[in-house]
């Protein structure tokens, strides 16, 4: 059973910085591609980034470039976004996600597993 365990979202002052991990299980973690989604209350979801730890390929949402790193921890299965100089409209509950993908990293693609989601809120 495919398993995402969000965590590392919280409180925190606009200008500061997060970093959300993205505990994963239940699939051969080179296989797959990890991608970070937000949901802002009343917006639609819009994806942040994605990365294939085979290859270390990425994607980045363009408004994320520059203040958003993610990485990837293979002995640990995990994936995180390292959030810097955060404004209140990264305000959301972020989500990470899962999809075999066989080949790098282009684009932000579809994704079959989902965690539960951890809240990120940014105050001014």
């Known amino acids: 059973e495919v398993q995402l365990v969000e965590s590392g979202g919280g409180l925190v002052q606009a200008g500061g910085s997060l970093r959300l991990s993205c505990a994963a299980a239940g699939f051969t973690f080179d296989d797959y591609a990890i991608g970070w989604f937000r949901q802002g209350q009343g917006k639609e979801r819009e994806g942040v980034s994605c990365i294939r730890s085979s290859d270390d390929s990425t994607y980045y949402a363009d408004s994320m470039k520059g203040r958003f790193t993610i990485s990837s921890d293979k002995a640990k299965n995990t994936v995180y976004l390292q959030m810097n100089s955060l404004k209140p409209a990264d305000t959301a509950v972020y989500y990470c996600?899962?999809?075999?993908?066989?080949?790098?990293?282009?684009?932000?693609?579809?994704?079959?597993?989902w965690g539960q989601g951890t809240q990120v809120t940014v105050s001014s």
């Open positions: 996600a899962a999809t075999y993908l066989n080949a790098p990293i282009t684009r932000m693609t579809s994704f079959d597993y």
